[in-house]
């Protein structure tokens, strides 16, 4: 049983504060994935679970016992690093052994135990071979294989499949999951590809500026992201965002966008839910995903119109760009639904899908 606990952990470059105050509880078997821009601290949170790196304050339980004091080897996990660190002058067969040849395990057993994980990772093949003379993919197979090799209590991975291609990538990712689900390992793997984290995770841990953010299921990070910061670095395409204010009317509350002479119906409870957090006309951004964004191509009640300015066909649906007061936001729309561009459309929010948030904070009002 192996779970991963970090207490109030701070790290410091200099005057730079790279890791916050992070507290966080891997579970045993758990896929947590870091999830951040470059420069974020989640690489140097990894490092620090590992051992790599030293930390200025706070704690880290790996299956219950502090190891903040003790060195990598007596840590007993495993780190993938991205650019594969594989000797380029063993065969595959003699990169995977090192780490047994290393605390002196048996020849026989050493055998046995490369040989069954490469039948794993489906690299049984390529056991004579050297690092030059494999792809990407497979040197990735290799690496992952080094560190399953010991059994380790946990995988830490940092961007493993971030220097592979497109195509490869996603292979990777469908294999990454297939091996997790097999073998069960407690897992913290590193991106910055919010993709990536999506399809991979048990749970999503998003950072920014060495602080976490969020830590939830992938598509209750999606659904309700807790900040601005959160709402716009997960979703593809990027969740739309605008200026607005909100006011009451006959029929309830009205978000309108700067700048528009049309506003959007929303239910009054919202007016009520804003006010509870402080004054409803402080400055307000609304922020809804592309695929809770209605066109029509006549009028509708309640729908705001405008025009079509850029489609985007990407085959199983189109991306549909159009502009409303001072901000342009985009639709997911079925392949072909507007025409071309300068179609008249009407727009319409689902409102149970779309979020205001104080602008000044940036924390989310429901
Ligand atoms: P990336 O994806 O680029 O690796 P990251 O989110 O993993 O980003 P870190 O590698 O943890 O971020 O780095 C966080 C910040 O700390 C960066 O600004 C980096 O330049 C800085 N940093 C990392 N290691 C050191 C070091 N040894 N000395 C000084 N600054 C460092």
New binding site residues.
């Given amino acids: 049983m192996t779970q991963i606990a970090l207490h109030n952990i701070n790290k410091h470059?200099?005057a730079?504060h790279?890791i916050n105050n992070v507290s966080l509880t891997v579970e045993d078997t758990e896929f947590v994935v870091f999830l951040?821009?470059?420069?974020?601290?989640?690489?140097?949170?990894l490092r620090a679970i590992a051992g790599l790196e030293t930390i200025d304050s706070g704690e880290i339980l790996i299956g219950g016992k502090p190891v903040q004091d003790t060195r990598v080897e007596e840590r007993d996990v495993a780190f993938v690093f991205q650019n594969f660190a594989l000797y380029p002058h063993l065969t595959v067969f003699e990169n995977m052994a090192f780490p047994l040849r290393a605390v002196r395990t048996p020849k026989a057993q050493v055998e046995t135990t490369v040989r069954r994980v490469a039948d794993v990772l489906q690299i049984g093949g390529l056991l004579n071979r050297r690092p030059s003379a494999l792809s990407g993919g497979d040197l990735q197979r290799v690496a992952i294989g080094r560190a399953l090799v010991r059994n380790p209590k946990a995988m830490l991975m940092d961007?493993p499949i971030g220097s592979l291609d497109a195509k490869l990538r996603e292979e990777m990712r469908v294999e990454l999951k297939r091996l997790h689900v097999e073998q069960g390992s407690t897992t913290i793997y590193?991106t910055?590809d919010q993709i990536e984290a999506m399809a991979l995770a048990d749970r999503i841990v998003v950072?920014h500026a060495g602080v976490l953010q969020q830590v939830g299921a992938p598509e209750d990070v999606y659904a309700n992201p807790v900040n601005l910061f959160v709402a716009q670095f997960v979703g593809s395409p990027v969740m739309n965002v605008a200026d607005v204010t909100l006011a009451e009317d006959a029929g309830g509350a009205r978000v309108t966008v700067a700048g528009a002479t049309q506003g959007f119906a929303f239910p009054s409870a919202l007016l009520g839910q804003v006010a509870a957090t402080g004054p409803a006309n402080r400055p307000l951004t609304l922020g809804v995903r592309p695929e809770a964004v209605r066109l029509t191509l006549q009028p509708a009640p309640g729908a705001v119109a405008t025009e079509a300015h850029i489609i985007e066909p990407l085959g199983s649906h189109d991306i549909v760009d159009f502009r409303i007061g001072d901000a342009t936001l985009r639709a997911r729309t079925k392949a072909g639904f507007v025409p071309g561009p300068g179609v008249p459309v009407w727009v319409t929010l689902d409102h149970s899908r779309a979020h205001l948030f104080d602008t000044a904070t940036g924390q989310t009002l429901g």
């Fill in positions: 470059f200099g730079f790279v951040g821009q470059s420069g974020c601290g989640k690489t140097t949170t961007e590193v910055h950072m």
